[in-house]
């Protein structure tokens, strides 16, 4: 398989995979309203090719491989109604808990040297 229809592949497989539905499901449909799963969806892939010895030039040397990964992270819902639609944000309290202990310990080093 050469360099570019290995790159093809791996973003074929990816991208047809890296969706919310892949993560989240489907809509919700209860009573008269839909929930919406919301996410931030990324991906990535590489490869690599490489060809020639390494020291002995009559050696034959030959290389290749590849990779790649998928990351979906939740953001929201949409709540859709009859009345009103409205977005709730999901938010990730450990994350802004870790913040704020990293600001303040950082606070804490620099007031240290100004003195």
Do not use: C
């Not at 709540?79 to 310990?105: D, T, Y």
């Amino acid at each position: 398989m050469g360099s570019l229809s290995l790159l093809q592949s791996l973003h074929e497989n990816l991208s047809g995979r890296a969706q919310v539905k892949s993560v989240f499901g489907e809509p919700i449909i209860a009573a008269d309203k839909t929930v919406i799963p919301v996410a931030r969806v990324a991906y990535g892939f590489g490869a690599g090719a490489g060809t020639g010895g390494v020291g002995d030039k009559s050696a034959k040397g030959e290389g290749g491989g590849g990779g790649g990964g998928m990351r979906a992270t939740p953001f929201g819902i949409f709540v859709v109604g009859p009345q009103e639609s409205r977005f709730v944000p999901v938010h990730n309290q450990k994350k802004i808990v870790g913040m704020l202990l990293v600001g303040a310990f950082l606070g804490m080093i620099f007031s240290r040297r100004r003195r």
